[in-house]
């Protein structure tokens, strides 16, 4: 019986072994390398960029500090889903990026330093004690996109506001490039560590960011917008004023795409998924979701949130199970 | 509705005889949520032993359960954002009433009695103001009676004092909006409390972490008879910083923090999903989903005392010696009598005493 037992345990070991070899341990290192520094690297030389675009022209409708920010914000897009350890160091993502506003706290904090003229923008170190609802992309965008916020107060407050915020945003774009250059990087390369005590914990952090960034994307970026069939809230569309909204969804997409073929090893079925969602976002011809008010154009949204989701079941479903990541019933519940 | 409505009046009608008690629903010592095999949604009677006393089924997934003082009634709540929440007859298994959450407000799944079981206070949020708010109902008509402010934002666990003259809310801190499912809205701004309410919405006293600990949602709670207020925290912000789990706190008082030993926190991963305490023994129990883990704690010192693994362990409830724990993988075990029952069924968030 014993030796009938040996016999079937390797009989079933060619079968055993096909998965496995596809369900590989993800190579970290080559993560950070050729995913995560990358796109951070773009990050800080495009918001340095953006900077020096600012101090060489402030005007709101400057061709050439419109196009520094829109090429700075696409690199932020790119990494807002890698949301662990510099980025999050000292707030620096949230400085970045301060959205959802569902208060309205960043035109009422950039309405309150104007109309004082608050003095605390004339340098860098005073600005960054601001709140951050006045600091990063979505602010700016008031300031550049908003008619409102055009033309309000002062004109040279205004222009050293935006001078002082795209130097704001240079200053966390190059500081979380640091913290992952100068040691972060390594933490995970090098697993064994206080912050990833195994290879799998820095595979599961790299998830993570994955699953988290799809839900960001579907969630918050499509369904704040979508609000309610009843309820549509066109105006919730992220970064509308500079007509952003949809471009953020398709380079999120790119991004999580790069990524999830790297932790998967190249699965097929997941990165036709990302194939199906990036092709209906191509499809959808509605920059800002203005559509979502109209039962046509918000079942094309919906379609859209849809296959995410369905990239979402496939990473939740397959690719989580593959790299040993369960998600337990109360593990994931978040309640 | 009226029928049943009427039928509940009669049962909660002082004089009315007999009245049935917890005894005639099999004794149960805990109620839990569960999800069975087959995908339907359960509330479940536990005993002592670990044995199953009873199973309703509940319309979907739930989340706590608010057991009523006297009768055989439990309140079941759907996960959040959910807008019912149940109440059920647990000898007949008959759905008495259904708390249909008002326009603008839905469920955070937790609810408590007021000591003569005639008021329930649950938590819930209106999402378009993003304000917390606890929801006043009255148990025989099933209908909300008025509501006052919870102290916060995204309160979610509640529980009456012991000297059933007061509240304490759990205010996590986290705005959500039901049109963006579980997405949260507010996580660089958000400022969790604990706030002490009188019956009747007045705020007694309000205890908030310090600054730099403002990502840590305070969700859920355990009361001692004495006073003593265990909380369980979910870290919102970077995994690197091994932040304290669990407060223990008094009303008038400052927090004490619990962090837990550096490789146990990793494993937890930012994120307590109950918390018991054990008054007598001075001990006080937090589970870890995510790292596997159940841990206790001396309630003086913040020592650890004891901990174990426990995969997806999340309910926790105190005895008269030590802990029951459930997992989601179905089990009940206890740590201090050390058995372990496996059923077919999955096990929610919490093990609420009876």
């Not at chain 1, 011809?285 to 154009?297: I, L, N, R």
């Not at chain 1, 949204?301 to 849809?306: A, G, I, K, N, S």
């Not at chain 2, 954002?81 to 937790?110: N, S």
């Not at chain 2, 209106?126 to 995204?154: H, M, N, P, Q």
Request: a negative charge; aromatic letters at 6%; proline letters at 6%.
């Amino acid at each position: 019986m014993r030796i009938h037992l040996v016999a079937l345990t390797l009989a079933a070991l060619p079968a055993l072994s096909a998965p496995r070899a596809w369900a590989q341990t993800p190579d970290v290192a080559a993560i950070v390398d050729g995913h995560v520094l990358p796109h951070y690297r773009a990050l800080a030389s495009e918001s340095a960029e953006l900077a020096g675009a600012a101090a060489a022209d402030c005007a709101p409708d400057s061709v050439q500090l419109r196009t520094a920010y829109g090429d700075a914000f696409d690199a932020w897009i790119a990494v807002s889903h890698l949301r662990f350890g510099p980025s999050e160091a000292d707030d620096r993502a949230f400085a970045l990026a301060f959205w959802p506003d569902s208060r309205g706290a960043t035109p009422k904090a950039l309405g309150r330093l104007i109309s004082a003229e608050d003095p605390v923008i004339a340098s860098l170190e005073a600005f960054q004690t601001v709140s951050i609802a006045a600091r990063g992309f979505y602010a700016m965008e008031f300031m550049l996109y908003d008619p409102q916020f055009a033309s309000v107060g002062d004109a040279d407050y205004r222009c050293s506001l935006v001078q002082v915020m795209a130097a704001d945003i240079a200053g966390n774009g190059a500081a979380i490039l640091a913290g992952w250059e100068d040691g972060y990087a390594d933490l995970m390369r090098q697993a064994g560590n206080d912050t990833y005590r195994t290879p799998d914990e820095a595979a599961k952090q790299l998830f993570t960011a994955l699953s988290t960034g799809l839900e960001f994307t579907a969630d918050t970026r499509l369904g704040r917008p979508l609000g309610s069939f009843d309820t549509p809230r066109p105006n919730r569309a992220e970064a509308r004023r500079s007509g952003r909204s949809l471009r953020h969804v398709v380079l999120s997409l790119r991004a999580l795409r790069d990524l999830a073929a790297r932790l998967s090893g190249g699965d097929a079925g997941l990165d036709a998924a990302f194939a199906r969602a990036l092709q209906r976002a191509d499809l959808l011809d509605d920059p800002v979701f203005a559509g979502v008010s109209d039962p046509q154009g918000r079942l094309r949204v919906e379609t859209l949130h849809q296959r995410i989701s369905e990239i979402r079941e496939h990473v939740s479903s397959q690719l989580g199970p593959r790299l040993g990541i369960a998600a337990g019933f109360n593990a994931m519940d978040g309640d | 509705m009226t029928n049943r409505r009427r039928f509940l009046a009669g049962v909660l009608a002082a004089g009315a005889c007999p009245r049935p008690t917890w005894a005639e629903a099999g004794a149960p010592a805990f109620l839990s949520a569960a999800r069975a095999s087959d995908g339907r949604y359960l509330l479940c009677g536990l005993r002592a032993s670990g044995e199953v006393a009873f199973t309703l089924p509940l319309p979907d997934r739930g989340h706590a359960a608010a057991a009523h003082p006297v009768h055989p009634l439990a309140v079941a709540f759907a996960r959040r954002p959910g807008r019912f929440a149940v109440v059920l007859d647990c000898v007949t298994g008959q759905e008495i009433a259904r708390l249909d959450a008002p326009e603008g407000r839905h469920f955070y799944g937790h609810g408590a009695f007021s000591p003569d079981g005639a008021h329930l206070f649950t938590s819930e949020n209106a999402y378009d103001a993003a304000r917390g708010v606890i929801g006043v109902w009255s148990l025989a008509s099933g209908k909300r009676l008025t509501e006052f402010a919870s102290g916060g934002v995204g309160p979610h666990d509640i529980k009456l004092m012991p000297d059933g003259q007061r509240l304490v809310v759990a205010n996590g801190g986290i705005e959500t909006h039901p049109d963006a499912g579980r997405a949260k809205l507010n996580i660089p701004l958000m400022e969790p409390n604990l706030s002490f309410l009188g019956l009747d919405g007045a705020v007694l006293d309000q205890q908030a972490l310090d600054r730099p600990l403002h990502k840590n949602s305070i969700r859920h709670l355990a009361v001692a008879p004495d006073g003593l207020i265990g909380f369980a925290m979910q870290w919102q912000g970077d995994l690197s910083d091994d932040p304290p789990l669990l407060g223990l706190t008094r009303l008038g008082e400052t927090p004490m923090l619990v962090t837990p030993p550096k490789a146990q926190a990793k494993r937890m991963m930012g994120y307590a999903g109950s918390v018991a305490l054990l008054a007598d023994h001075n001990e006080v129990a937090i589970t870890s989903p995510r790292g596997g883990l159940a841990q206790v704690f001396d309630t003086d010192t913040g020592a650890l005392k004891r901990s174990f693994d426990m995969a997806d362990v999340c309910g926790v409830a105190a005895t008269a010696q030590g802990f029951v724990l459930t997992s989601g993988t179905g089990d009940i075990t206890h740590e201090a009598q050390g058995w372990t029952t496996s059923h077919a069924l999955q096990w929610d968030n919490h093990l609420v005493p009876v």
